[in-house]
Nanobody, 129 residues
Framework: EVQLVESGGGLVQAGGSLRLSCAAS????????IGWFRQAPGKEREGVSC????????YYADSVKGRFTISSDSAKNTVYLQMNSLKPEDTALYYC??????????????????????WGQGTQVTVSS
């Protein structure tokens, strides 16, 4: 059974940092792409960043480029999202998700969420101004 467990969310002041973790189990980690998505109240879910565990290729939404960094540790079956220079508009429930389509990172424009079939429960990130 595929399981994804997020952690690391919390309350931080604008300009601060958080590191989210996504611990994966139940599948061959290197055969999947992992994505981070977020959803703020009243807004649609959006893709934040994705990584192909097999070759390390990455995608970032324009809104987080230069501030967020995604990384993967195959030995720990964990994907991280380092978030720096946080802004109030980054406030959202952050989810990680797994896709069996490794090409989602390099062949799609924005890691669309229909490609991701397994989702975690989410971790809340709140950035105060």
């Amino acid at each position: 059974e595929v399981q994804l467990v997020e952690s690391g969310g919390g309350l931080v002041q604008a300009g601060g940092s958080l590191r989210l973790s996504c611990a994966a189990s139940g599948f061959a980690f290197d055969d999947y792409a992992i994505g981070w998505f977020r959803q703020a109240p009243g807004k649609e879910r959006e893709g934040v960043s994705c990584i192909s565990s097999s070759d390390g290729s990455t995608y970032y939404a324009d809104s987080v480029k230069g501030r967020f960094t995604i990384s993967s540790d195959s030995a720990k079956n964990t994907v991280y999202l380092q978030m720096n220079s946080l802004k109030p508009e980054d406030t959202a429930l952050y989810y990680c998700a797994a896709s069996r389509f490794l090409g989602v990172v390099t062949t799609t424009p924005d890691c669309p969420d229909p490609y991701f079939g397994s989702w975690g429960q989410g971790t809340q990130v709140t950035v105060s101004s």
